[in-house]
C-alpha cells in the first residue's frame, strides 16, 4: 500500500468541473435521481447496487466508491456489493472510502471476483472493513504492507511508524467486524497473503463466504444477519434483487484512465515533445498547448502511481539529448545517448513488481523507436543543409553560370548578366559578346569569369 498524502485533490476537482459542465452534468443528476426513483418506488423485492472496481485505489476510484454508497443510501437500497480487484492503492484514499464505508445506511459488501483476481494492499483493507467481505475462488488477498508513494525504501525509524500506524489500524478494523485480528496484522507487518480457503477457513475468518459469481453471493447472503460497525445488526434481503449497475462518471473515467503506467508515459513523452517543438518554432501555439496539458496530466499521474524520480530524469534527460541533436553536429552521439538514457528511465519508471504498476515493453520501444528516428531524419536535414553550398552573399557567387553582354579580353573588362544582376566582370581570356560563362571569383564590386 503506498503511503502518500492525496494531495492531487484540488486538482482532481478542477478537471472534474472542467469534464462535468454542460449536457453531461445534466444527464448525470437526472440519471442520479431516476435511480432513486427507481430504487425507492420499486415494490414486491430489494433493491442492490452492484458496482465493479478494476484498478489501483487512487482519488479517482474513491470518489466512485464513495459516490457510489451515497445514491444508495439515497435510495434507500438494501445492500451495496464492490466487485473488487486491485493491486492496491493509496492510503489516504483507502481510509476516506472506509470512513464512508463504516457509517453507510446500506450495508456494504466486497466481492473479490472473479476467479484469478486479487484485492492485495488496500483491497485487503477494504475488504476486512466491509459489511460482508466475499471471495470467488481462485482469488487472493492480503499483501498489505506500506511502501513509500515513490517506490524508495522509507527510513527505518519512519517504515516503522507507517507500518505500525497501518497493523494498528488493520486490527481495528478486524476487531470491529469480529475477523481474525491476528492475520489481519500480519498481512500488514508481514506482507502476507491468503487464499480464499485460507481466509475463510481461519478462526475466526478473514472473510464470511466464498460465492462463484454475484448471483451465487446473493443466494447466500439473503436472511443472512451482520453486525455493522456500530455493534447494531441487520439482515439481509437479497432474493429476486432489482440490481443497479453503477459505472463510472465520464469525468471519472478520464482520470481513471490517466493514472494508468502506460498512459501516464505516453502523456510524459507526448507533453515534452509538444513543448520541445514550441521552442523550436515559438509561435506554432498548438504544440505548446498540447504539450502542457499532457504535462500537467501526467504529472497527476505521477502523484499516484509508485514514480521512481531516477526514471524520470533519465526520461527528461534522453528527450534533451534528443533535441540537442538538432542543434549540435554529434554524429549520432547525442542520439545513441538519448536512446540509452530512454530506455533506461522507461524500464525504471514505475518502482513496483506488480505488472499492473509497470510500464509495459509494448509501450516503451515503439516510442523510443519513433523518438530516435525523428532525431536521426532531423539530424539528417541539419547535416545536409551545412553541406549545401552557399546561396547568398559573396561565396553564394562563385560557380554562378551568366552571359556577357559585352565582349571581355585580358587587357580590358566588360559587363555581364548572372544571378539576374548585371556585374563589371573581368577575365584571364577573351570572351566573345553573348557567350556563356561562369563566375570564378569576386574582387570588390568586379566578378572574375572564365568561358564555359
Known sequence: MTARSSSVACLLQAFGLALTIGPTFGASLQSTGNLAVAASGREGGPVIYSAVVDGIIHPVSADF?????????????SLVVF????????????RAIVSRMIVARTPVAIFVAPSGARAASAGFILT??????????????GAAHPVEGDG????????KKVTEDLA?????????????????????????????????????????????????????LDGRRVTRFDGATAVLETSDPEIVSIDMSLRQRVLSGVAHPNVAYLLLTLGTLGLTIELWSPGAILPGVVGGLSLLLAFFAFSVLPVNYAGLLLILFGLLLFALEIKVASFGLLTSGGLVSLVFGSMILMDSALPELQVSLTVVLPIVLAFA????????????AQRRPPVTGIAGMIGEVGRALTAIDSARGGRVLTHGEIWNAIAAESIPEGARLHVTGVEGLTLVVSKD
Open 373 to 384: 528516428g525523428i532525431a536521426m531524419l532531423l539530424a539528417r536535414l541539419a547535416l545536409a
Open 128 to 141: 476486512i472493513a466491509a459489511d460482508v467481505a466475499a471471495m470467488a475462488p481462485g482469488t487472493h488477498i
Open 65 to 77: 466508491m464513495i459516490d457510489t454508497i451515497d445514491r444508495a443510501d439515497a435510495a434507500g437500497a
Open 168 to 220: 494498528a489500524y488493520a486490527r481495528t478494523l478486524a476487531s470491529a467486524r469480529h475477523r481474525n485480528v491476528a492475520l489481519a496484522a500480519s498481512a500488514v507487518s508481514d506482507s502476507r497473503a491468503f487464499t480464499e480457503g485460507e481466509a475463510l477457513g481461519a478462526s475466526p475468518g478473514l472473510i464470511d463466504l466464498v460465492a462463484s459469481d454475484l448471483s451465487d453471493l446473493l443466494r447466500q
Open 83 to 94: 466487485t473488487l480487484r486491485t493491486p492496491g492503492g493509496l492510503v489516504d484514499s483507502t
Open 152 to 159: 524508495q525504501k522509507m527510513d527505518e525509524t519512519l517504515a
